[in-house]
């Protein structure tokens, strides 16, 4: 008989289990639980979205022209012939729900999520094609005072994590309209009187995305880029009025920033704040948490005009930045021996475990194994039942860590072991 192959995972995804690979799925799981806890500080509803999409929701937010689109989005027709996308983000998702499900009466709306998405690109570190991240937004709320929550919540988060140290908040704005027209003009004739100069992938997006070539990271490109005339010479007073309360609102909370005026963001629904938790612990990928102020998607996705602004995280990023927690094992192990022992000890892990003690009884094993997986196990306290324990009407109570041992009426063993 031929020899079944074992599938392999696919290129860019990833397996955890608990314990294992320096306990990253217990990092993964401790970011995840801080954000929840941080994110419900500050007043932010969980909303969840499908993890499918029609494939127009992301083109449409995204740009047909982007890279997301054109080479990294996994889309596909579905037995009924519509095209479907495998969600790339989060906010178009947030976005579309918004409309369709009539979100608009809850506005302002603060709401987080977190998850899995998927996008076609080459795997690095920290960077897979299954990735996570976390993700909060504030929609209907075209206040300065939203953006400065937004960070000031990325900002305690990034602290309750322990990963602050070394993380720089990155801050610029894109202006209202008038601003991004009047700059995006004055770029576009910067790069045109210096085409020649340009790698081939700028001089496409200088017919459909100009602004992208400021962050690009060819070296071709550095000197025309670094060059290109900033935003601030044509920022309205009303953008500029935006900025400052934004500036001042980080100063009073705290939140320390610098301003990179070459940070932006290409499609043209953003609008005033863009910003970036950088850091240089991850190699050249060095974004930890990102986002900005998007005031004209949800118009864009055919919504009413509405104000929104967000960021996202990457899950895998942050664990990779925080520090090994401590892994808690059980508090107690049910160590029972014979069949007529372990009857009962059935009985008395499932009493321990209503009542909140966290326990566990190996399947099998005499009892020198059973210790052995017991301490291995990380539990404080082995219960140890055998016949003549239970023909006396007690449990021998040991601890693991001093070796000491005491006998526990079977009718007060619940009640001890819930309060040591």
Not at 170 to 192: C, K, M, Q, V
Request: net charge negative; charged share 25%; aromatic share 8%.
């Amino acid at each position: 008989m031929a020899k079944i192959e074992t599938p392999r995972p696919v290129r860019g995804t990833q397996d955890m289990l608990g314990g294992t690979n320096e306990a990253f799925q217990e990092r993964f799981a401790h970011v995840v639980a801080t954000f929840d806890r941080v994110r419900k500080l500050y007043g932010f509803q969980r909303v969840e979205v499908p993890v499918f999409e029609s494939t127009a929701v992301f083109a449409r937010s995204l740009g047909e022209s982007t890279d997301v689109v054109s080479k990294e989005m996994y889309t596909f027709d579905d037995r009924g012939g519509d095209s479907i996308t495998l969600r790339p983000e989060f906010t178009a998702g947030i976005s579309r729900a918004y409309i369709t499900e009539g979100w608009q009466q809850y506005a302002p709306l603060k709401v987080a999520t977190h998850g899995p998405l998927f996008r076609y690109e080459r795997p690095q570190k920290g960077r897979f094609r299954q990735f996570h991240q976390l993700d909060a937004e504030i929609i209907g709320a075209g206040e300065p005072g939203a953006d400065v929550e937004l960070l000031v919540l990325a900002d305690q988060l990034l602290r309750e994590l322990g990963v602050s140290e070394g993380v720089t908040l990155n801050l610029n704005t894109l202006g209202d309209g008038p601003s991004r027209d009047a700059w995006r003009a004055a770029l576009i004739a910067h790069f045109e009187a210096h085409r020649d100069q340009l790698s081939e992938e700028s001089l496409d997006r200088l017919q459909r995305n100009p602004l992208r070539i400021l962050d690009s990271k060819d070296p071709r490109d550095r000197p025309v880029a670094d060059s290109a005339p900033d935003i601030d010479a044509y920022l309205t007073d009303e953008a500029r009025g935006f900025f400052e309360k934004v500036t001042a609102g980080l100063d009073a909370a705290g939140v320390a920033w610098e301003r990179n005026a070459r940070l932006v963001r290409g499609l043209d629904y953003y609008r005033h704040t863009a910003f970036e938790f950088i850091t240089d612990r991850l190699g050249a990928q060095g974004t930890v948490l990102g986002g900005g102020r998007y005031d004209g998607l949800i118009e864009n996705l055919g919504g009413p005009s509405t104000p929104a602004v967000g960021w996202a995280a990457g899950i895998e990023r942050l664990a990779m930045l925080v520090d090994m927690p401590e892994i808690a094992g059980p508090k107690v192990a049910v160590i029972p021996m014979g069949e007529t022992a372990e009857a009962k000890a059935t009985g008395i892990i499932a009493d321990l475990r209503r009542a909140g003690v966290a326990c566990d009884m190996g399947y099998r094993g005499n009892m020198k194994k059973r210790m052995q997986r017991a301490n291995a196990s990380g539990a404080v306290w082995a219960v140890i039942l055998g016949d003549d324990e239970l023909a006396r009407g007690e449990a021998a109570v040991r601890n693991l860590r001093t070796g000491e041992q005491q006998p526990v009426a079977l009718d007060a063993l619940i009640g001890k072991l819930a309060t040591l």
